[in-house]
């Protein structure tokens, strides 16, 4: 993620990136909407919460570990994360799940 600027975007290139199919532009993507939630969060209306988490919930599963770690690691500290998508971090490999498990507030349930 990026620390401490905002990342570069207009709606047109994230639809870009919501089109595109690789690895490379689901992390880009990815990246941008933790961003979002990192420097932005006060001021996104609930509408737009709901769609970037949709957005997660569609691609949590494209991304790579790396990835899903850091995006774990900032959602355990958030505690309007729908619970499918924690679940979800809590079922996948140690180092993603291990954030959402020591840290979420949210109660999990192992599928």
């Known amino acids: ?5 905002l990342p570069s ?3 047109e290139s994230l639809m870009s990136l919501a089109r595109q ?7 880009q ?3 941008i909407i933790i961003d979002l939630f990192d420097h932005q969060s006060a001021v ?5 919460r709901t769609l970037m988490f949709s ?10 570990v790396s990835v899903r770690q850091a995006v774990a690691g900032r959602l355990a ?11 979800k971090l ?5 180092r993603v799940a291990f954030p959402v498990l020591s840290k979420s507030g949210i109660y999990v349930t192992r599928i």
């Open 21 to 27: 199919k690789s690895a490379e532009s689901r992390t």
């Open 44 to 48: 996104l209306s609930e509408r737009q």
């Open 77 to 87: 500290l958030m505690d309007d994360v729908p619970r499918d998508i924690i679940s």
């Open 9 to 11: 975007f207009d709606a």
């Open 29 to 31: 993507l990815t990246q």
């Open 90 to 94: 809590a079922n996948d490999e140690i």
């Open 1 to 5: 993620m990026t620390e401490g600027k």
């Open 55 to 64: 957005i997660l919930q569609s691609i949590i599963n494209e991304i790579e």
